[in-house]
C-alpha cells in the first residue's frame, strides 16, 4: 500500500497494512509508545519509521501540520489512533499501555481502550474499568467501559454496574453488561 492509499484507506485496512510492511512486534510496540506518550506523532515525519501516516491517514494531511496539533488541543488524536490500531491488530506487547489508556485524560482515549479490553478480552483492565463506569464525567466512556466488563468483569466489579443500572443514557448497557456477566459467571449478581 504506497503513501496515497494510506491516506484514504479505512484504519482496518492500515492497520493491515502497516503489519504487513513493518510487522506485528514493532507496531504493536510503536502503537503502546505513541498511546503512552513516549513518542509523540505531532514531532514525527513521513520519513520515521514507523510512518506515522500508518495511524493518521488522512487526517495527516487535512489537520495541518502535526507540529501544530497540541497548540490545537488535537494532541490526543493519536493515542486514539494508536488504540484503534491495536483494536485491530491485536493487544500482545502492549496491554500496560491500554490499561493505562483507560486513565488518559481524554475521553476518547478511554473509550477506544476499553473497546481493545473488550474485543481481546483483557481482564487485567476489569478494575479500570469499573472505576470509569462509577466515576467518568463521559457517558461514552462509561458505556464502553460497561461493555468491556460485559466481557471481562468479575464479582467484585457487579456494583459498578448495578449503580449504573437507573442511569438514563447507561441503564440499557448497564443491563446487557449484567445479563452477560452473569451467564459468563454462571451466576446471579443482582438484588
Do not use: F
Not at 80 to 91: P, S
Not at 94 to 110: H, K, T
Amino acid at each position: 500500500m504506497g503513501a496515497e492509499d494510506w491516506l484514504t484507506a479505512s484504519p482496518q485496512e492500515r492497520a493491515e497494512a502497516a503489519r504487513a510492511e513493518i510487522g506485528g512486534d514493532l507496531l504493536t510496540h510503536w502503537c503502546g509508545d505513541v498511546l503512552a506518550g513516549r513518542v509523540h506523532i505531532h514531532s514525527s515525519s513521513a520519513a520515521d519509521v514507523p510512518d506515522p501516516r500508518w495511524l493518521a491517514g488522512k487526517q495527516w494531511e487535512h489537520w495541518g501540520p502535526a507540529r501544530t496539533w497540541p497548540e490545537r488541543n488535537l494532541d490526543y488524536w493519536p493515542r486514539v489512533w494508536a488504540a484503534r490500531t491495536l483494536l485491530h491488530i491485536g493487544d500482545e506487547g502492549a496491554r500496560g499501555e491500554i490499561i493505562g489508556g483507560l486513565s488518559d485524560s481524554s475521553w476518547r482515549v478511554r473509550e477506544m481502550c476499553a473497546k481493545v479490553v473488550a474485543r481481546y478480552e483483557i481482564g487485567e483492565a476489569g478494575d479500570a474499568c469499573a472505576r470509569i463506569v462509577r466515576r467518568d464525567a463521559n457517558s461514552r466512556a462509561r458505556i464502553g467501559a460497561l461493555r468491556a466488563l460485559a466481557v471481562v468483569g468479575e464479582s467484585e466489579h457487579a456494583g459498578a454496574v448495578l449503580d449504573s443500572l437507573g442511569d438514563d443514557e447507561l441503564g440499557a448497557d448497564a443491563s446487557a453488561t449484567l445479563r452477560a456477566m452473569e451467564e459468563r459467571l454462571d451466576r446471579p449478581l443482582g438484588p
